[in-house]
């Protein structure tokens, strides 16, 4: 199962990501993190307490939103555990996020 | 705008699906979640796709390919509603089943697609595979989208280069290499600032391409032993899983792609070694891994009554100059340098890509003239080891257009010999220092890579230290690898406490360091030499998974002189153009002097046909001529005789003035003015001077060499 609630406070959107972000629900994350384009987000934190599981399609929506939202905006991933630490830097997506 | 194609025309135990594209051929991800399969046989008469959950051992469905979805030789479909994170899929094909005339269609085989971007099976090394199941090597289907932030291959000249050889899991695999991920991808990537410390600028990985580590694996004296450097591909696309910290979730192709990424950033180039041929399916009596199975009589070279012909030792051959396999070659090449942003290769048994379909060496083999001309491929390196198991041998006459280099087996050879002190290869040494013009006149130096020690055979440490070869531990009664090593243990085989000895020793791989890194050409180092790494004299360590095999950086520190002495050498050379001039230029410079010049014990008075073990060279770099900042002398004294022997120095004009750069002896000499104008070096040792604009001598300033 997979659930995420999106909530925006000026200009400081936060995400909560629970259950297992795989490919069949990416797209869904995909088309809610699009919907920002254009406003003027200045930070992204996802919080992953919750978070099981994130591997290729997962990964692409964090950095989707980066190039989306512009050099700007600043991401940050909170509460990680090893499992998705170790993912995120095994494949460099830690170039993108700051976890903090 | 909604595309017709978008949507299914046939289903079947709820899967939908409809006819696909013919190109490209693998499997390619199509909107959110549906999969073009496209796989090419000219003789199948049936093809079917299997498609599993991962790791499972039965699919979840089986399509037949209708026959309106094959077009000419190619079947393809697209399906639908995939989850492609957990999707693996093969293929079963029939068809004549006629070894004599080389037909093997075996329907009950499970075939890998040969086009296959990722393969699972293998996901963490050494992790013993479910030996019941079918499906060993199973395709996985990836994202193409990756984000290189504007990187691309980096392009440095090939005049430039100084290559570092490594194997991936050797090079972080102990402990001592004190990185997060070992023996990984994502291992490799800590260890960036220490090669960029060291100022290679090319790092050159042994075999990266999917292939089994259990192939031929046996357990000798309690030993598991394995197929450890991988030179048998399973699959041309696929990274090797194993070799990726992230494969069991599936993302062994984003690791490597940020290793290549970060290796560029440090300006570090990604060069790969690759193996086109022959595969893992070995001979008539290996496993169906792909190939056999999908179209045996076009991928394989088969002798007339339909065996495999075995050119490269390894029990089949790859059909290199047939148009089908020519194309398939080409495409995982320029797949690697368009997806992968690889910067060059270096071809296993280059030789045999220019045997035709019968076997015979070709004048103008056209996938060797293929590849050289190629759009996608033309600004990467391509290198040759330009030999076969057949007996072909071509050092300095491969089949070139102007692209190719190749190892250069004969300055391996030839340095080699002249270190231990063989005088008799005093001449031929003059024509390897100056970038071997004798193979390479009608090209250039750039053609020559210049290499003493490479994964076959001694490191470096070991080419000093044993007579003889040690690969007992490989199981095969010691009579695997090389008899010809020309190497010298310096007075002692092996591991020894004789404080001389092991001075020797030092001396001696600083000599082959400082004559490499001296050489016009591009220099080729193993890594792990630089600090002096051994293999316990094994000089063939292929099955070796352990400490004969990792690197021991524990040996850094304890050999951090040698590492300093090629970090000063490498450095100099990136400083000085001269030693990179690759035209085989013999006239004079601007100076007045020849740019490179040879000299006995005197200056200017050196017979080089005759044999000598110690002598000097020079090069002359006129700031006018290569746009530095001032004009250079350069000077290398090489003593190979057991003797001490002292050097009069050329002389330089009138305010300029020599320095000692980097010595290998150990007796701390080095150039004084006020003692003349000479050098006295110690036995078996070099020194490398540099004669520049007299410096302000600041206290506390730094000099600049």
């Known amino acids: 199962m997979f659930d995420f609630n999106v909530t925006e406070n000026a200009g400081e959107v936060d995400v909560v990501l629970k259950g297992r972000l795989d490919a069949t629900v990416a797209p869904q994350l995909h088309e809610e993190m699009a919907k920002m384009q254009g406003s003027d987000i200045k930070k992204v934190t996802f919080d992953v307490k919750e978070l099981e599981y994130i591997a290729s399609a997962g990964l692409r929506v964090i950095i989707f939103t980066k190039q989306k939202l512009g050099a700007d905006t600043q991401i940050f991933m909170k509460d990680v555990n090893d499992d998705v630490k170790q993912v995120i830097e095994m494949t460099g997506c830690d170039n993108f996020v700051t976890i903090i | 705008m909604i595309r017709i194609d978008e949507y299914p025309t046939h289903e079947l135990n709820g899967i939908k699906y409809r006819c696909g594209r013919v190109q490209p051929f693998g499997a390619s991800v199509v909107g959110n979640s549906g999969v073009n399969f496209s796989i090419f046989s000219s003789d199948a008469t049936y093809c079917e796709l299997l498609l599993f959950h991962h790791g499972m051992r039965e699919p979840f469905a089986r399509i037949p390919f209708p026959e309106e979805f094959r077009i000419g030789n190619v079947f393809s479909m697209i399906v639908y509603d995939l989850d492609i994170e957990e999707l693996e899929y093969g293929y079963c094909m029939d068809g004549p089943y006629d070894p004599e005339h080389g037909y093997r269609f075996d329907r009950s085989k499970i075939l890998l697609d040969p086009y296959a971007k990722l393969v699972s099976g293998r996901n963490v090394w050494g992790s ?6 079918k499906f060993q090597h199973r395709g996985c289907v990836i994202l193409e989208d990756y984000d290189w932030e504007g990187d691309k291959p980096l392009e440095i000249p090939m005049k430039d280069l100084v290559i570092y050889e490594t194997h991936v899991r050797s090079f972080t695999r102990d402990e001592s290499s004190g990185v997060r991920y070992k023996g990984t991808f994502a291992g490799l990537l800590d260890k960036i600032p220490y090669l960029k410390e060291l100022g290679v ?11 089994d580590e259990f192939e031929n694996s046996r357990v000798i004296d309690g030993e598991r032993l394995y197929n450890y450097w ?10 090797k899983a194993g070799y990726a910290a992230s494969a069991p979730l599936g993302l062994a192709a984003d690791e490597l792609k940020n290793l290549i990424k970060q290796m560029h950033k440090a300006g570090i180039e990604v060069m790969l070694d690759v193996v086109f041929n022959h595969t893992a399916e070995g001979n008539e009596q290996g496993p169906y891994i792909s190939y056999r199975g999908i179209d045996n009589k076009t ?4 002798t007339p009554d339909g065996y495999y012909y075995n050119f490269s030792g390894c029990g089949n051959t790859m059909n290199c100059n047939n148009a089908i396999v020519r194309n398939c070659i080409l495409d995982a090449l320029r797949y690697w340098v368009a997806d992968y942003h690889i910067d060059g290769f270096r071809f296993d048994l280059a030789s045999i890509l220019s045997r035709d379909e019968n076997g015979a060496p070709m004048t103008s083999p056209p996938l060797l003239e293929t590849l050289a001309h190629d759009a996608v491929l033309g600004k990467c390196k391509l290198i040759a080891e330009a030999w076969d198991a057949g007996g072909l041998y071509q050092v300095g006459s491969f089949p070139a257009w102007g692209r190719w280099a190749e190892w250069n087996g004969k300055y391996r050879d030839c340095l080699r010999k002249f270190i231990k002190s063989s005088a008799e290869c005093g001449p031929e040494l003059i024509w390897r220092l ?11 130096a750039e053609a020559s890579i210049n290499f003493i020690t490479c994964h076959d055979g001694f490191t470096m440490y070991d080419l000093v230290s044993y007579n003889e070869k040690h690969n007992m531990a490989n199981g095969e009664n010691n009579n695997d690898g090389s008899n010809d090593n020309d190497s010298w243990n310096c007075g002692a085989e092996g591991e020894t406490d004789d404080k001389e000895i092991l001075s020797l020793r030092r001396r001696q791989i600083k000599n082959a360091a400082g004559l490499l890194l001296l050489s016009r050409g591009i220099p080729m180092i193993l890594s792990g030499d630089e600090f002096a790494n051994t293999q316990y004299g094994n000089n063939n360590a292929y099955c070796q998974d352990n ?22 050498i490498i450095a100099f050379r990136a400083k000085h153009p001269v030693l990179r001039r690759s035209d085989f230029y013999t006239g004079m410079n601007s100076l007045g002097y020849p740019e490179m010049s040879f000299h006995g014990s005197k200056p200017w008075e050196f017979d080089e046909n005759s044999p000598f073990l110690a002598f000097g060279f020079m090069y002359v770099e006129p700031a006018v001529d290569y746009g530095t900042r001032e004009d250079s002398f350069i000077y290398c004294a090489v003593n190979a005789y057991w003797e001490s022997v002292s050097f009069e120095l050329p002389a330089i004009p009138e305010g300029m003035e020599w320095e000692t750069v980097a010595y290998s002896g150990d007796d701390r000499a080095k150039y004084d003015k006020n003692t003349g104008n000479s050098v006295t070096l110690m036995p078996r040792s070099l020194m490398l001077l540099h004669g520049h604009t007299k410096r302000n001598t600041r206290k506390g300033g730094k000099k600049d060499v």
Request: net charge negative; aromatic share 22%.
């Open chain 2, 434 to 444: 100056k970038g071997s013009p004798d193979l390479y006149g009608n090209r250039s």
């Open chain 2, 299 to 302: 991928y394989y070279l088969l």
């Open chain 2, 128 to 133: 013993e595979p479910d030996w019941e199941d």
């Open chain 2, 547 to 568: 400490k004969i095999s990792w690197l021991d950086w524990g040996r850094l520190k304890d050999n951090k002189d040698i590492f300093d002495f090629f970090k000063t």
């Open chain 2, 201 to 211: 600028n090319c790092i050159e990985l042994l075999p990266i391409f999917e292939f």
């Open chain 2, 230 to 239: 991988g030179y048998s591909t399973v699959c041309f696309y696929a990274p």
